[in-house]
T-cell receptor, first 113, second 119 residues
Framework: AQSVTQPDIHITVSEGASLELRCNYSYGATPYLFWYVQSPGQGLQLLLKYFSGDTLVQGIKGFEAEFKRSQSSFNLRKPSVHWSDAAEYFCAVGEDTGNQFYFGTGTSLTVIP | GAVVSQHPSRVICKSGTSVKIECRSLDFQATTMFWYRQFPKQSLMLMATSNEGSKATYEQGVEKDKFLINHASLTLSTLTVTSAHPEDSSFYIC???????????????FGPGTRLTVT
């Protein structure tokens, strides 16, 4: 069965420090992978996506993610975190056929001064 | 762009009443729209998938008679929570997928969500 795991429920980092949010997926075919960010009371904003090609993808707000098929991972990174990055982050896998999106349980990011 | 709007953004209603939430794709046509429910501090749970002009497909455990979905056009889907109860209070998010030919990836564009509170 398809699934997405975000092992870290909550992460706290200092402003200016680097960030890595982990995402592991289980999917039998070629996955379409996404990272979304959600601020409190808001909808989801797409940070970046991977469909094919270069396994290192760049997104908005200085985020990047690397697809590693051997590890079934799609970790999100940012070299220097800003206070405005504090939010909930969701990793998702989309089917190459059909409609289903599978979301991870999310990682809550706190940024301290 | 690919903008999806939801209306209303917040709604408070009394127990036993019905509430309608609209989801619109503003600058594209959407063959398929999705309705999710999100509980506090939790992930999104897919409730149903609606295709324009046909009946919605509900996920297991979602009451189709309680959550009525209508996808009347390629830019509008509505979710009606009938006879709402306090346990229906939640954050409801819709998403839409573009009308697209070929094998384009199946990206979804999300609305800003609707906060429903049933008193």
């Amino acid at each position: 069965a398809q699934s997405v795991t975000q092992p870290d429920i909550h992460i706290t980092v200092s402003e200016g420090a680097s960030l890595e949010l982990r995402c592991n997926y289980s999917y039998g075919a070629t996955p379409y992978l996404f990272w979304y960010v959600q601020s409190p009371g808001q909808g989801l904003q797409l940070l970046l996506k991977y469909f094919s090609g270069d396994t290192l993808v760049q997104g908005i707000k200085g985020f990047e993610a690397e697809f590693k098929r051997s590890q079934s991972s799609f970790n999100l990174r940012k070299p220097s975190v800003h206070w405005s990055d504090a939010a909930e982050y969701f990793c998702a896998v989309g089917e190459d056929t059909g409609n289903q999106f599978y979301f991870g349980t999310g990682t809550s990011l706190t940024v301290i001064p | 762009g690919a903008v999806v709007s939801q209306h209303p953004s917040r709604v408070i209603c009394k127990s036993g009443t019905s509430v309608k939430i609209e989801c619109r794709s503003l600058d594209f046509q959407a063959t398929t729209m999705f309705w999710y429910r999100q509980f506090p501090k939790q992930s999104l749970m897919l409730m149903a998938t609606s295709n324009e002009g046909s009946k919605a497909t509900y996920e297991q455990g979602v009451e189709k008679d309680k959550f009525l979905i209508n996808h009347a056009s390629l830019t509008l889907s509505t979710l009606t929570v009938t006879s709402a109860h306090p346990e229906d209070s939640s954050f409801y998010i819709c998403s839409a997928r573009k009308l697209r030919l070929g094998t384009a990836p199946r990206e979804q564009y999300f609305g800003p969500g609707t906060r429903l509170t049933v008193t």
